[in-house]
């Protein structure tokens, strides 16, 4: 498969992005499989980073190793660099050392570096999302009917040590991002064909299905935000009372899967009721509380630098869950105010390009999932995003935007028919 994505890649490089959108669901696919992907866990992920390296070298090649530095992009790597200065005065320098310590630089230089110039091209999303389809519609077949659950993830081809114990299952938060994307574009790229509306539909539904299993409470409400939010954008729904029957669709929809999985014993009603989501939302708040508490009774100097990361570990011995607390605790007014720039000029572009969306309809369908993958993102970042490890993915998205609301400027207005001119609601 990476071959064959190595080779398309040489005329169109921006189909290894599609690689980076499935990359976590196809390692643990191929950890389920065989002990080998176990025993070299980034195995997977090597060559994904090779190929898409590969594909940005010739993006390079044909534009005189042309390399614009976005600002989006300049503030998202000043934030990570400014994260792994912050080693010289965190409260938490073991915690920093065992897992900032072993921070994953190649996934920071995939999602800051090579990415974004695979994207730069006007097409570079497009091509990615498509690849991404051809992907992740076997791969959900795959994991729904061909792998064995435990518990909240896909069994591995032999349990392993983590952190102490024995892990049997695969991290079912990665697993649950990488269904949420594949139904987010299932959902939005509504084909002509009858034949692949039914596959679209079909793999939705399937990944909606991997994303109950894995009982990810965060994930799965984003998703239902950013589809009810994003879909009417991206297929024209400009009246009322298509897009109510549409809402009402969806969760219709929603509840049908949610009966029949808990039906069929496809996942943990547990964690869906009233009491595990209250206990799940007071813990993380306990945890959130703990890191601002102790950062905002700090001195001077931690109230503008912060913590240090790692410093939420220590306060709260885990991860906060909620990257804008995490921020301001961690790297302090300084690293927080690098951070909101980001998202606003995220939010700032993604305005711009929905603006325009009625005069380049072409355009349509990549602009709008590039933005419901910016705001699914948004919304998982106050549940579970953390900055060492999901964030850069996010920061991609913002920088892509920037990107895509550049090349909008460039296109020229065309006589089209007016059946194109609907407007966006």
């Known amino acids: 498969m990476l071959l064959a994505f190595a080779f398309a890649s040489w005329k169109r490089p921006g189909v290894a992005i599609g690689l980076v959108f499935t990359m976590f669901g196809v390692e643990q696919f191929f950890q389920t499989r065989s002990a080998i992907f176990l025993d070299r866990s980034s195995l997977v992920n090597l060559g994904v980073g090779i190929v898409t390296a590969f594909a940005a070298f010739c993006w390079l090649s044909r534009n005189e190793f042309r390399f614009n530095l976005d600002k989006t992009q300049a503030a998202a790597i000043l934030l990570i660099l400014f994260s792994q200065a912050s080693r010289f005065w965190t409260i938490a320098p073991e915690e920093f050392a065992q897992y900032y310590g ?22 570079g999303i ?68 009858s034949l692949w509306k039914m596959v679209h539909l079909a793999t939705f539904a399937l990944a909606c299905n991997i994303v109950f299993r894995t009982q990810s409470r965060g ?21 009322a009372r298509t897009y109510l029957l549409t809402l009402a669709g969806f969760i219709a929809g929603g509840l049908v899967l949610y009966l029949t999985f808990s039906f069929l014993g496809l996942g943990e009603v547990n964690r869906w009721n009233e009491v595990s989501m209250r206990r799940g939302f007071e813990g993380r708040a306990e945890m959130v509380m703990l890191l601002f508490k102790a950062w905002s009774e700090s001195d001077f100097f931690h109230l503008l630098f912060g913590l240090g990361s790692a410093a939420g570990w ?14 301001l605790g961690e ?23 929905i603006g325009k969306l009625k005069h380049y309809p072409e355009m349509r369908r990549e602009a709008v999932i590039l933005i419901a993958l910016f705001t699914y993102s948004c919304i998982l970042s106050l549940k579970s995003v953390a900055l060492f490890s999901t964030a850069p993915l996010m920061f991609f998205f913002a920088i892509a935007l920037s990107q895509l609301e550049k090349h909008s400027r460039e296109f020229t207005f065309e006589r089209i028919r007016w059946k194109q001119l609907l407007s966006v609601t």
């Open 331 to 353: 790297l302090g007014i300084i690293g927080f105010s690098i951070y909101l720039y980001i998202c606003v000029q995220a939010f700032s572009n993604a305005i711009k390009i």
């Open 314 to 327: 220590k306060t709260s011995g885990f991860d906060v869950h909620n990257l804008s607390v995490e921020i």
């Open 102 to 123: 072993r921070a994953p630089l190649p996934y920071y230089v995939l999602y800051l570096l090579v990415a974004p110039i695979l994207s730069q091209s006007k097409n």
């Open 219 to 239: 994930q799965l409400v984003s998703l239902a935000v950013v589809i009810l939010t994003f879909y009417p954008i991206a297929n024209q729904v400009s009246q």
């Open 126 to 193: 497009r091509d990615g999302v498509q690849a991404a389809i051809y992907i992740g519609v076997p791969l959900v077949i795959v994991i729904s009917f061909f792998v064995e659950w435990h518990v909240r993830g896909i069994s591995l081809a032999r349990p392993v040590m983590h952190h102490g114990s024995l892990k049997w299952f695969t991290p079912p938060l990665a697993l649950a991002d990488t269904a949420s994307y594949i139904a987010i574009f299932c959902v939005i790229l509504r084909p002509k064909n």
